[in-house]
């Protein structure tokens, strides 16, 4: 019903993905191709994010490469709500064909990872992120929770919230952070726990119910950091009470939390190799990621 809504507006192709990374290559084919000016992503956030890795394989020039669009089909679908879109994908698409006849469409700035030179992780990849990526617990929660689907598992706020607690129990790095934060023109913070870097507000979902960890950050700024150097039960207590109180006007607080707005670069390093993820993606473990906002780097359809 869906691709029969978008047909009705445009010349419209319909692929199915049959392995993970097809999105990515889908996306590389459009963007190298002349006569494709529209990409609609159906799915969640890890399909969006191979699309727009894809899209910005040789990098970002919004003025030339096609536009995104994203019905959600996921979980979660921290990025489309993000954009203001609907929740529901039959409400989305209504959303989008009233965008396409109005032309109305933004650019919004992305996140970009990379391997930090004269590292071992020197060589790994770049890659884009739409919403927030992290470095230690809250990605080696995705991890558990990438298992727990690998399993069977049906992906809820349930076992995410289990996930949490295994992994508060398993931390060897909970009160004593291994993780280290370098910017240009400034001191080191060091002895970090966990690290979340924000493209946008809110961080994620729980349900219906946003969870802000940089209220500020935004799709027009840089990326905002929040890191935490502390992560004992009182800590995580505390922590996770503000996560469920946090606000547009306020995230996680007090003496062992770090927050950085409108970032331009930065790197993570890590004493012991790490888990890292992006856009809710697991991407195993890093020693050292250097972080980047880049702005305007791609046009959506909102």
Do not use: C
């Amino acid at each position: 019903m869906l691709i029969h809504a978008l047909a009705s507006e445009m010349k419209l192709e319909a692929v199915t993905t049959e392995y993970r990374g097809h999105a990515r290559d889908l996306g590389r084919q459009a963007a190298e191709s002349d006569d494709i000016d529209l990409v609609v992503a159906l799915g969640g956030d890890g399909t969006v994010n191979e699309v727009v890795n894809g899209l910005l394989h040789d990098g970002p020039d919004p003025d030339r490469l096609p536009g995104l669009a994203v019905v959600p089909g996921g979980s979660t679908n921290v990025f489309a709500r993000a954009l203001g879109l609907p929740n529901d994908p039959v409400e989305a698409t209504g959303a989008l064909l009233d965008a396409l006849r109005d032309g109305t469409e933004r650019v919004v700035g992305l996140g970009l990872t990379s391997g930090t030179p004269g590292t071992e992780d020197e060589a790994v990849p770049d890659r884009w992120f739409t919403f927030n990526a992290g470095l230690g617990f809250d990605a080696g929660v995705v991890g558990r929770v990438e298992q727990q689907r690998e399993r069977g598992k049906k992906s809820t706020h349930a076992l995410y919230v289990r996930q949490v607690v295994r992994q508060f129990l398993g931390e060897q790095h909970r009160r004593h952070g291994a993780i280290t934060l370098e910017r240009p023109g400034a001191d080191p913070i060091t002895d970090l726990v966990v690290a979340i870097v924000s493209n946008t507000s809110p961080w994620t979902y729980l349900g219906n119910r946003p969870m802000y960890t940089s209220p500020k950050a935004s799709f027009d700024t840089g990326i905002d950091v929040l890191g935490l150097s502390r992560l004992s039960t009182a800590a995580v207590a505390r922590y996770g009470t503000q996560l469920l109180t946090s606000s547009p006007e306020r995230g996680p607080h007090g003496r062992h939390t770090v927050s950085l707005h409108d970032m331009d670069q930065f790197t993570l390093h890590s004493k012991a190799p790490l888990p890292l993820q992006m856009d809710g993606d697991h991407l195993g473990l890093r020693t050292s990621v250097t972080f980047t906002g880049v702005r305007r780097a791609l046009r959506v359809i909102v």
